[in-house]
C-alpha cells in the first residue's frame, strides 16, 4: 500500500474559525511533510517530522500549528487564519527524512479557502 | 544554495508525439534529481529519480531522463505522448543529508491535444 490519505478534500473556514488538516500512511514511513500549494506554483515545503521529531519548520507563521502524534498521522492545527493562505495542502511521507535520496509519497491535498 | 529552472512554462503536444521537458539546475555539491507529475486535482507521483550511476534514468508511463553533469541539465523525454499524460511535471533537486528537502522547479503544464 504506497497511499497517503488527507482528510478532509475540500475545507471552508473563517478567519475566526479552527480547524485541522489530517494525514495519514500505513507505509511504515518515519518522515511526513506539509506543503503549501498555490494555484499554478510548485509545492512550497511548510514542516518535515522524522521519527515524530519537527526537523525543519520553513519559517510558517504561528497561525499554522503542526503535531505528529505517531509515525503514522500527521495533523496540521490551522487557527486566525487570512484569505492569503488559501491553497491546496499536501501531505508527503517517506521513509526515514535524513537523507535527501528517499521518494516522498503525496496524498492527493486539501483544498483550503479562508473568507 | 540550489535551485531549480524549468525553462518551459507551458508545453502544447500532439497526442502519440514525443516531447521533451527541460529542467536545469545550479548546485555548489552534488545533487540528487527527480521529476514529479501532478495530474489534475491530485497530489505528485514520482515519475523518476537519478542519484547515481547510469545517467539515462527509466521511469514510469514510459518516461526517461537523461543527467548531464557538464550542462547540468536533467531533461525528460516520451517518445510518444497520450492524452492522460496531460499534467503538470516538476522537476525538483535535494542534496545528500538534506532531511528530505526538495527544491522544486517552477513547473511545465503539458498539454495533450488529439
Known amino acids: 500500500d504506497t497511499e497517503v490519505t488527507q482528510t478532509p478534500k475540500h475545507l471552508v473556514m473563517g478567519m475566526t474559525n479552527k480547524k485541522s488538516l489530517k494525514c495519514e500512511q500505513h507505509m511504515g514511513h518515519r518522515a511526513m511533510y506539509w506543503y503549501k500549494q498555490k494555484a499554478k506554483k510548485p509545492p512550497e515545503l511548510m514542516f518535515v517530522?522524522?521519527?515524530?521529531?519537527?526537523?525543519i519548520n520553513e519559517s510558517v507563521p504561528s497561525r499554522f500549528s503542526p503535531e505528529c502524534p505517531n509515525s503514522s498521522l500527521l495533523n496540521l492545527h490551522l487557527h486566525a487564519l487570512q484569505p492569503e493562505d488559501s491553497a491546496l495542502y499536501l501531505c508527503?511521507?517517506?521513509?526515514?527524512?535524513?537523507?535527501?535520496?528517499?521518494?516522498?509519497?503525496f496524498g492527493p491535498g486539501t483544498r483550503l479557502l479562508v473568507l | 544554495a540550489q535551485s531549480v529552472t524549468q525553462l518551459d512554462s507551458q508545453v502544447p503536444v500532439f497526442e502519440e508525439a514525443p516531447v521533451e521537458l527541460r529542467c536545469n539546475y545550479s548546485?555548489?555539491?552534488?545533487?540528487?534529481l527527480f521529476w514529479y507529475v501532478q495530474y489534475p486535482n491530485q497530489g505528485l507521483q514520482l515519475l523518476l529519480k537519478y542519484l547515481s550511476g547510469s545517467t539515462l534514468v527509466k521511469g514510469i508511463n514510459g518516461f526517461e531522463a537523461e543527467f548531464n553533469k557538464s550542462q547540468t541539465s536533467f531533461h525528460l523525454r516520451k517518445p510518444s505522448v497520450h492524452i492522460s499524460d496531460t499534467a503538470e511535471y516538476f522537476c525538483?533537486?535535494?542534496?545528500?543529508?538534506?532531511?528530505?528537502?526538495?527544491?522544486f522547479g517552477a513547473g511545465t503544464q503539458v498539454v495533450v491535444t488529439p
Open positions: 517530522y522524522s521519527y515524530e521529531k519537527l526537523s
Open positions: 525538483a533537486v535535494t542534496q545528500p543529508d538534506s532531511w528530505g528537502k526538495l527544491q
Open positions: 548546485s555548489s555539491v552534488s545533487v540528487y
Open positions: 508527503a511521507s517517506s521513509q526515514d527524512g535524513t537523507s535527501g535520496l528517499e521518494t516522498q509519497y
